[in-house]
C-alpha cells in the first residue's frame, strides 16, 4: 500500500498557469513577445478547445497555457494577474524601457516593500506584474507608487526610508528564517 502521509508527499511547488483566452494567437504572441517565451506544443484540449504551451525555462516544459474558449461576450476575465519575476530592481528599470519598446502602457509601478511591480493588462485586460523582489519584508498590503526612470541606488533609499520603521519590517533573509521555521512546524504538525 502506497505512504500517503504528509511527510513523503513534501511541498508541492507551482509550476505553470493556465487561463482561457479569446483571441489565442493574439494572446501568444503577446507573451512570446513581451516575456521571449517560446512556443513548445500547440494543440487541442480535451475538450476540444485549441491550446497552446509556452515556457522560458528549460526545466519546463510549459510555464503558461493559454486556451480558447472564453467567449467574446464575457464582460470579465476571472484571472486575478500573471506576475513574473525579474532578478533586481536594475533589471525591473530595464523591462520597464523594453515594455515602452513593446508599446505597452503600465497601469502602475509601485512598491510593495517587499518588491518593486509594474502592472499591465495584456491585450484581452488579464492583469499582468512584473515584480522584482528587495531586501526587506514588509506586512502586506502595501503599495506606494515609484518612478522606475529614477537611479536604482536612489530607489533603494526611498524605499528603505519608506519601510524601515512599518510594524515587522526586517531584512528579508531573517524573514525567511523565521518562515522556514514555520513550514517545518507546519510539516512536522501533518
Avoid at 66 to 80: I, M, Q, Y
Wanted: hydrophobic share 35%; net charge negative.
Amino acid at each position: 500500500m502506497a505512504d500517503h502521509d504528509a511527510e513523503h508527499a513534501g511541498r508541492a511547488r507551482l509550476s505553470h498557469l493556465g487561463f482561457y483566452v479569446r483571441d489565442l494567437d493574439r494572446q501568444a504572441e503577446f507573451y512570446k513577445k513581451v516575456f521571449r517565451l517560446v512556443e513548445t506544443d500547440r494543440g487541442v484540449s480535451g475538450a476540444g478547445d485549441p491550446i497552446v504551451f509556452l515556457t522560458g525555462d528549460s526545466s519546463e516544459h510549459h510555464q503558461l497555457v493559454l486556451t480558447a474558449g472564453l467567449p467574446a461576450d464575457a464582460e470579465r476575465t476571472w484571472l486575478n494577474q500573471v506576475s513574473f519575476r525579474v532578478a533586481s530592481l536594475h533589471d525591473l528599470q530595464a523591462f520597464a524601457g523594453w515594455l515602452t519598446e513593446c508599446g505597452v502602457t503600465p497601469s502602475a509601478t509601485v512598491s510593495h516593500g517587499n518588491a518593486w511591480s509594474i502592472y499591465f493588462p495584456d491585450p484581452e485586460g488579464n492583469n499582468v506584474e512584473v515584480y522584482a523582489s528587495s531586501p526587506w519584508y514588509v506586512p502586506q498590503p502595501f503599495r506606494e507608487p515609484i518612478d522606475l526612470t529614477r537611479p536604482t541606488q536612489e530607489l533603494l533609499d526611498e524605499t528603505f526610508a519608506s519601510v524601515k520603521n512599518n510594524g515587522e519590517f526586517a531584512p528579508i533573509d531573517t524573514w525567511t528564517e523565521q518562515l522556514d521555521r514555520r513550514l517545518a512546524t507546519a510539516e512536522s504538525a501533518s
